[in-house]
Each structure stands twice: as C-alpha cells, then as structure tokens.
C-alpha cells in the first residue's frame, strides 16, 4: 500500500515535471497562430480563427536562413569531431613529451569568457577575409566546440581496455589503421554525444554571426529570426511561428538521435 | 617514434585550433566599453564641393552605402522606408542606399566590433550619447562642420543646424567639446491615449485637462466598473512609473530651473543636476521634490493591479484589448494600433492632464510634454575616407532632416521629428505633436545613475504598496544621488572653478 501511493506521488511528480515542461513550448506553438490583441485575450490557449499565414510569413523570410544554418552545422560537426576524435585518441593512446602541458592549457580555454576573445577573434577574421563566409562560423567555433569534445573523447578512448589496441599493434595494424577501425567504432556513443551538443551549440550560436556574418546571403536561421517582419497586429505571433520553424530541424536531429544520445550519457557509468 | 610523432602532430591541431578561439551561444551581457581609437590616423577627409549646375551636390560615380539601424522592422514603417528611400533616388539617382535592420539586443556589441575593425556600415544608428564618446574615441566622423556651416538643401533657408528644433539638437551637441557627431533624424513624444467608448459609458465627456479631473474621472470609471488607468512599472524597465516622476515633478520644482540652468540651455544635464545636489537645491526627502509621490500614489489607486509585472508596450496592449480606459504611451505606437483590424474602439490622443495648483501649491502649473529627447540619430564612421562616399552620406542626413522627408515620416508613422515647422492636417496627427514645453529636467533619466533610476522603480513599488515609507523611499533616494554625484565630482573633477564641466559657448 505505503509502496503504491508512493509510485502514485512520483507519477503525479512527473506528470508535473513534463507539463511544466511541455506547456511553455504549446503556449510558444498556439500564440505562433494568434494576431496580438488574441494572444492578450488569451494567453494560455488556441484562439480562432487559428492565423496559418503567420507561418507563410516566417517561411519565406527564413528559408534561406534555414539552409545556411544546416550548412554551417554540417561543418562545425564534421570539422570538430576530425578534429578531437584524432585529439583524443592521441591524448588517451600515446605518451608524448608536453602532453599534460597541451592537455592542460586546451582545457584553460574554456575558462576563459567568450566576450575576451570577440573583438580579437573578429579581427584576425578581418585580416583573414573570412568576414561573412561559411568558413567564418565554421572555422572559429570549431575550435572552440573541439575543446570540450576532445576532453569527453579523451575520456571516454582512455577507458577503453588497452588490451585491443596492443592487439590490433601485435596484428600488424599502424596508428590510423587502430584509430579508425578500433578506437572510433568502438566511440560511437560518445560521438553522438559530441554531435548532438555541438549541433545544438553551432545552432543556436548567435553573438559570433550577428558580428561577422550578418549578410543576407549566409546569415544563418538565428539571425534570420531576429528580421522578420509583419505588420503591428500580426506579430509577435509571426515571430513564434519563426522561432517553431527554426527549432524543427534540431527537433528531428533529437527524434533520430535520442537513443545513442541517451547510450552516450550512460556509456561506462555500469560495469558489464 | 612514429607513433609518438603522430600523436604530437595531433595534439597540437587541437591545441592550437583551441588557440584561435572559440565561439558560444551564451547569452551577452552589455559591452559598455569604448570602441579602441580610429585605425587610420586622424584627420577628416576634404569634401568635394557642391554642383555648380544644381541646387544639390551629385556624387561624380554611383555610390552606394549601407545604413544600419533597428528602428524599421515593422510593415508599416518598412512602407515608410521604401517611399523615403525610393523619393531619395528620384532626387539622387546615383546615390543607393542599402537598408539593414539589427535588432536592438545585441546592436551595441555588433556596432563596436564593428567599429574596432574597421568594417562598420557607412551610416548607423546609435543613441547621441554613443555618439559623442565615439567622437572622442575618433571613431565617428564630426558632423559640426557640417552642421554648422552648411545649408541643408532639402530644407533651404539658413544654418543645418538652424532647422533644427533648439532643444533637441542641444541634447546631440557633446558639452565637453562643442561637438556634433551625429543627426537626429526623428524623435519621441509620449501621450495619453484614451478609450472614447469607456470613458462615454461613464458619463465622462472628454479626456481630463488636470490632474484633479483625472482623479474624478478615474473614480467615477472604477464606479461604472470600468479599470480608469494602465501602467507598465515592471522592473528593470520602469520606462512609465519614470515619465510620471516627471511629469509630477517639473512643474513642482519649476521655481528652481533658472537656478540649476548653468548654460542656459533650458535642459537641466547631469553636470548641472550634480552641480543642484551639491548645493543642495535637488533634496528628494523635502518638499516640493518629494511630493510628487503621495500624488502617484494617490493616483495609483486606479492603476490596473498588474503594474509591476508590466512594461510599457504590455501596458499597450491591456489598453488594447478595450477593458482599460486610459495609459500613457510613445505616440508612434497610435499608428500600429489604429491599423490593427482587431481594435474594437475608437481611441483618441491627448496631453497628460496638467498638475494645477489645485493639486499642490507648489506646482506652476506649466503643462509638459515626456519626450524631445534626441532618436534616430546617425553617425558616419571615421573610416569613411572616399570623398564621394562621405559627401553622399552627408547628403543622405540632410534629405533625412529636410522637410520633405520628415513630412513624411510624420505622415506614415505618426512620429515627431527634429526639425522645426513640420505640421500635419489630420488631427490625430496633429495631437501627437508637441503642445507644450519639453520635460526640463533629466533627473529620472538613465544618463544621471543608473542606481537611482533602478531604486526609484524598485523601491517605489514598495512604496505604492505600503511596505516603505515616504521617508525611508525618498532617503534611499537621496542616498543615491548624492553617491553619484560624488562619484562625478571625483572621476570628472567638477567644481564651481571649472563651472561644473560646462564648456558651453
């Protein structure tokens, strides 16, 4: 009985939790329909009629605001996990002279504030050419998305048994040969980890290309938000429908990658 | 050997990639420093002299600039936008202007990486108090020259400068230097909006003329069941609880203006307020200054109970919706709600009613209008050293302060500007003009102490809701202006002998 209505209390505890949770986001989704004086009238539910064109608005605005974000995510992705799986599996595998040293002062830079950096970082981008590219908001936040990914991989290789690598070595296999078919298939939760993360960060990253790549043509989605228009009565509702537009592809990158996402966070927290 | 070699060469990718920097998306806070000092050495570029064969300069190639702001982002001022810019090429058919709207949370952080690097547009937007200390910084292109010496050929007949209302170009001039660095192209007027259909169903037949009308007719609306008066007093905003700081205070404190007016602008500044609490004349903890809120308080008997929790534009909105008979709001935002297809009333635009002696025998009963403050002003950047790119920028201001553009402006956007004898036939156009003098003294501004701006909202909802007394809300005040203007006195050396800073010609 005592045991029942305490799972009774943690249902009612986390039916809670996820409509706190749940409810700010159908307030976010139902106002994207409504004109401004229906969004006063009533806050917390749909209005009708349910305004669709707010929808046709935000698109149209933001579309290409959309494209240029997948590409500049695509390449933040990829660049970052080139960089810190091949970082981290020579952190974890191999003793070098000034290792700890390099470790070390990599892992200081993410003590130090974003805002330090900003102008210096937007100069030598300046100096650079890269002023409203890509490669500017792919390049400069790789690098810094690759500190504390190279950090999780590094601990994560580290904790693999060191008994596979001295076999593969023994077998004949050279250190590209160990790295690709060992140590990355074999760190395939923590690099979806490392994706999902840095997916959501290269995203929603708004300060570096509203300073360096606010041009129409490679803006991405985050800035695009940030212009559109309507007339008085029709926003904020074009705004939401806006900001539910732009959260859709991260919403399906969660939808196919929750499960190894969830296997990552967990990986090596039970011993077989 | 080889395998360690690999290993280093990796490791120092990632080491030295960490190196160039990194990037996040972590919310900023605001960037108040400076913009470092301009990269091109000093001196401005010589302009190029105006056509012999027209009235107006013509740039010798075609010369396009890029014009940065967050002012325009709305339909209906995008329409106002297009017609003004489309009007320009008539006039400058090789002049093309490239519009860019940045919204305004993080524009300050755009503008001096901007600034710093060499890149900013070649004509933005900035608040005229940016302005002048990115002239000091050399930053900004100085516009006195111009200002002072020119004729604005789309609105002939004297000085630049001269077209200008006094009292507002006066706020744009930087008093530590006599400097211009940027043009007001339009400005800000706050007034009482009034719902016609509420106020009628209480038997009331126009908008109250004083603040004891006011009164009586708030009572006889709460009596009709009808919420009188709306308020946004949310924290840190506070933007509507400052204005009827003002409004109560101006007229009650008008008998000390001659006195605290060093120069003579009709403006009492932040030199010559801290110059007023030194001697004493600004007391907050004695009559008249503290009486202004008994009055608010009094009066906030009839707000609409949500007043802490709501900024101005929500304030807006509550009115809006047609339950709330009354605020007090930026007279552009008349034209956004008078387009609305979803009002369902009739509303007109008046002055706030005026603090009579009625009210309090200190008051001079001189009505004041919130507002004349300096807005769309535009800096060009120091960087801007082409002849024809500068001239052209130059030009553009002046279309932008010239009568046929600010006609406009006034027209579609129901705004005010800063030049002079800008008239409208329609009468809600009209009534958002200025009828009376501007709010003189610059007390309950941001540009003083933040600290006193702050506790004066925080506290005054306390306030109003009895848990702080009189005297421990105006002490606490008090406190505050007199910390800040000894923090004046010691980081920019005021004194009577250097007459407080002012180098007013």
Known sequence: MKLKSARIMMHAVIILVAFLTIYPLFILVASSFKTNIQIYENIFGLSFPLHFEHYVIAYKQIYSGLVNSVIVTCGNIVLTLIISSMAGYAFACFRFPGKNMLFFSMMMMMMVPYFLILTPQF???????????????ILPPSSAFAILSTFLITTHMESLPRSLFEMASIEGAGSFTTFTRIAIPLSKPILVVVTITNTISSWNNYIWPLVAANSREVRPVVLAITKITASAHQMPGVNFAGYVLSSIPLMIVFIFATKPFVEGMTAGAVKA | MKRKFIAMFMAMVIAGGSLTGCASSSPSPQNSSAPAASQDGGGQAALPEKSESDERWHPAKPVTLKWVSWEYNQDHELQYLEESLARYKELQPDITIEYEYIASDQYQTWLQTQLVGGTAPDLFLVRHTWGQQYLRDGTVYDLTD???????????????IDTFEPSVIVQV?????????????NG????????????????????PETFAELLSDCKALQDAGIMPYVVGMKVPEGGGFHWYERLFMDPLTDQFNEEMDLNGTGLIEVNEIARAVDKGVIDITKS??????????????????????????????????????????????????AANPDLKFEFGVTEFPTITKESNPHSSGIPYE????????????ATLKDEDKLRAAIDFLQFKTGVEDCSLYVDRLWGVVPIKGITSDNPMIAGLQFKNGVSPLKLYETYFDKKFW??????????LQDKLSLEEYTQALQDDLVTAKDAYVQKEGWSDENNWGDKQD
């Open chain 1, 123 to 137: 100069i030598v981008s300046q100096r650079l050419g890269l002023l409203n590219t890509y490669l500017v908001q």
């Open chain 2, 146 to 160: 111009a200002l002072l010496n020119e004729e604005n050929p789309y609105n002939p007949g004297g000085k630049w």
């Open chain 2, 173 to 185: 001039k930087d008093l530590t230097n006599n400097k211009y660095a940027s043009v007001p192209t």
């Open chain 2, 188 to 207: 800000v007027i706050v007034k009482m909006f009034y719902n016609k259909e509420l106020l009628a169903k209480a038997g009331i037949d126009g908008p």
């Open chain 2, 288 to 337: 008249p200054w503290k009486d202004i809120y008994p009055m608010i308080k009094e009066f906030s008997q009839y707000w609409h109970p949500g007043y802490n929790a709501m900024n101005n534009e929500e304030a807006l909105e509550q009115f809006a919706r047609g339950e709330v008979a009354m605020t007090f709001s930026v007279g552009t935002h008349a034209a956004a709600l």
């Open chain 2, 370 to 381: 919130i507002g004349g403050a300096p807005q769309g002003n535009i800096c060009i950047p």
């Open chain 2, 454 to 463: 702050d506790d004066s909202t925080m506290l005054g909802q306390l306030y």
